[in-house]
């Protein structure tokens, strides 16, 4: 039987296939029409059209903050997926499929994702919890003693959590991911350099130029419309622009950390002490974050090998290992 991972990322959706490893990473974002309501492009493709489209067409990100909010448009998407990775229909029908799920996540949201599945043909499906498959994904040993910590920063979700085998001992979920930067710096360039920019532009500032490093000083000379005369203008933007809206988001998230640290039983949070905590997602992979999260806890912080495929990859392993499926899935 064909066994797949499915990460549906609010920015990336990513596919782990037993035997064959990350078989697909592509933004989870279809182009609609809106005119005929038609579907225009879809992942990769779509993401390109951001921006540069004319008023007849709308990005659809049909997952948000890690909620599936347009099922239909999720359907279509991860259709083409998995079509995209030689997974027909009727291979669908026979597959085996972990989902990745933000920690605590409700029932509505599983109802979603079983809808989600039927209407791509999936029939067997399990669900885990984003923390444990983290550090799955990072190959940290996880047992029902040994609790371990882990801070995963996506594009629309953040899940801080300590856990063992045996479940969460603490931890929550935000709606806030790297997404929030890339509008803050928007706003930030609007005002100081008076120069309107596109989301593309921002993102791509903020993983070229983005630093918590104060010292850092790259800059990069981006274009946009001045917001006065409407004009196209480039200017350039340096690190030091920027960090604010970068700093502003890891300062939120180590707020939470410790608020999640400071719950913790006296034991386990003395192993916790002494591990140290461990970092992924995307957003991780900031320049500078794992020192900054280090500095700020003054604690041991350790960044993914592969910090945005960690989730993924963690999904491999725990699909195809039935012990470790048994101990970590969503019962219901
Ligand atoms: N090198 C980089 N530097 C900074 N940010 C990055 C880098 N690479 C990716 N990102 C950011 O990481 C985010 C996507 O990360 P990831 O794929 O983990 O999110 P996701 O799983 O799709 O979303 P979520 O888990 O929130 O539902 C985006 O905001 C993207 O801009
Ligand atoms: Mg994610």
Known sequence: MMKLAIDLGSSVTKIFKIGSGVVLAEPSCVAVSTAHGGVKAIGEEAKRLIGKTAEFTTIVFPVFEADIVNGEMAAVMLSYFLEKIGVTRSRARRAEVLFSVPIGVQSGLIEKYRALAAACGIRTVHFVEVPFLSSLGQNMPLSETEPAFVVDMGGGNTNIAAFSLDGVIAGIGLNIGGGNIDSQIIDCVAEQFGLKIGLQTSEKLKMTVGSLYETDNESMIVNGRDIQSGRPRSVAVSSADV??????????????????????????????????????????????????????????????????????????????????????????
């Open 243 to 332: 960090y604010g809206c970068l700093k502003l988001f890891a300062d939120k998230v180590i707020e939470y950390t410790s608020m999640v640290i400071a719950k913790l039983p006296a034991e386990v949070s003395a192993v916790i002490w002494h591990n140290g905590i461990s970092l992924s997602g995307g957003t991780a992979r900031i320049i500078g974050m794992d020192d900054y999260f280090s500095h700020a806890l003054q604690m041991d912080v350790n960044l993914a090998d592969e910090p945005q495929m960690a989730v993924v990859l963690g999904g491999g392993r725990t699909i195809g290992d039935e012990e470790v499926l048994d101990a970590v899935r969503v019962e219901g």
